[in-house]
């Protein structure tokens, strides 16, 4: 979705700010997003790594929905290397040698699904920078509108 072919079969990644020029079988520095002869696929689509209700008060909201549930979603990867990451056992994994291995498989109906069964009211992209697996929380995010949840990104709120 937000990548360029360039120079033959290298591709330029416009996901997040780093603007990864990646070459053929290179990945960003997020880890999860491969060049395979010019086109950009990512890895962390359908492949959470760690799911959670949460209460709301564990976000960094102030009064948003109090004393509701969120459905909580990460990926592997991250466009980030924080020393004071305190979820670095999965941001920060390699995907360069099985990339398809890492967490499981979970689609966006089947998050969505499992947010109303537990009674949450909102869904938030969590536990890893969400910027980096953005197709994934969009389809997510849009099936959820239907389902009238709130979809939150770290401190952001998006009504969509």
């Known amino acids: 979705m937000l990548y360029e072919p360039v120079d033959g079969k290298k591709v330029n990644c416009f996901l997040c700010h780093h603007r990864c020029r990646i070459a053929d079988a290179g990945f960003g520095i997020c880890n999860v997003r491969e060049n395979r002869e010019g086109v950009l696929y990512t890895h962390a689509y359908g492949r959470a790594i ?3 209700i949460d209460p709301i ?3 960094p909201l102030y009064h948003f929905l109090p004393g ?3 459905f909580s979603i990460g ?3 991250c466009n980030f290397q924080c020393g004071f990451c305190q979820n670095w056992q999965i941001s ?5 040698e099985e990339p398809d291995s890492i967490g499981y498989e979970l689609t966006p109906e089947e998050i969505v699904d499992m947010a109303q069964e537990g ?3 909102s869904i938030s992209y969590t ?4 910027t980096i697996f953005f197709e994934y929380a969009y389809d997510t995010a849009r099936l959820a509108r239907e389902g009238h949840f709130q979809c939150l990104c770290h401190q952001r709120v998006y009504d969509l």
Request: one cysteine or more; charged letters at 30%.
């Open 68 to 70: 509701t549930s969120s």
């Open 50 to 52: 760690a799911v959670h």
């Open 127 to 130: 536990y890893t920078e969400p």
């Open 57 to 59: 008060e564990k976000k």
């Open 119 to 121: 009674q949450c009211r």
């Open 92 to 96: 920060q994994i390699t995907k360069k």
């Open 75 to 77: 990926t592997a990867g």
